[in-house]
């Protein structure tokens, strides 16, 4: 195992960097890598054959037999204080053991993949959990366009509780760079009257998924090949954007099964 490095001083690079990456969002843009907090995350990491460039863990954690030994698939390890570790944690109760990870660079899109595509999704809690439904669904790609909350956000990757390590993401797309995809587009919108049982669909195929309040852009929505609406005898608009996508990948799921 590699051997521990111990940082005591409050301004250590490494924390430094790390409370950048806890204050803003979208920092992992220009620092190229992500921050994995949280034992469930960096086992999912791990499960899924990825090796963290950096784990961090607290004194408490280092003393816990399951937690060094995740600790040990990682290139490099550093161990602070608990108090350090709260200092850059974005979780209420701190999970005292996280992980740096490289971002990929230059991923493109796969056109032939059954995709979603996030038209700016805003909420970070909805990202994550319509890349868990993406992922339980057996789609492969999610391209989020720009307006999207970001991707490898603290937040989402929260939300998203390892889902993020099984997919293929791209983002900061704009509607133009749609035009590779090779596969049908299906789009969702309360002014259609297909409805989504009813609906043929084919796969692989890619959905679009939009803003909380607008929905999907008029201009995509034109672009699609089919557009369905999910019936909603209680109230046609009692489904958030998570909710009706997790819906629309089941249907696909089943008609495919």
């Given amino acids: 195992m590699t051997e521990p490095v111990l940082v005591s001083s409050r301004d250590n690079p490494l924390l430094q960097r790390l409370r950048k990456m806890a204050r803003d969002p979208t920092a992992y843009r220009r620092l190229g890598e992500a921050w994995l907090e949280g034992e469930h995350l960096c086992s999912a990491l791990c499960q899924h054959g990825g090796r963290p460039a950096q784990a961090v863990v607290s004194d408490s954690a280092w003393q816990q037999p399951a ?44 056109p032939d993949a059954a995709s ?30 720009q307006g999207t909350a970001g991707l490898w956000s603290p937040k989402v990757l929260r939300a998203g509780m390892g889902a993020h390590f099984g997919l293929h993401l791209v983002e ?57 609406r999910i019936p909603q005898p209680g109230g046609e608009e009692s489904l958030n954007v998570a909710a009706a996508a997790a819906v629309c990948l089941y249907e696909s799921q089943r008609q495919r099964g």
């Fill in 172 to 228: 900061g797309l704009d509607s133009a760079d749609l035009s590779a995809l090779a596969v049908p587009w299906i789009g969702t919108s309360l002014r259609t009257d297909r409805l989504l049982p009813q609906a043929k669909l084919p796969w692989p195929c890619a959905w679009l998924v939009g803003h909380e309040g607008q929905g999907v852009d008029e201009a995509l929505l034109s672009r699609c090949s089919q557009v369905v």
């Fill in 67 to 110: 937690l060094r030994a995740l600790a040990a698939s990682a290139a490099r390890i550093v161990v602070v204080p608990d108090a350090l570790f709260d200092s850059v944690s974005t979780l209420g109760s701190p999970g005292r053991l996280g992980f740096l990870v490289a971002l990929p660079v230059g991923q493109a899109l796969r």
């Fill in 116 to 145: 979603v595509v996030l038209d700016r999704v805003q909420d970070a809690g909805n990202v994550g959990s319509i890349l868990r439904s993406a992922a339980a669904f057996g789609v492969a790609q999610v391209l989020a366009l």
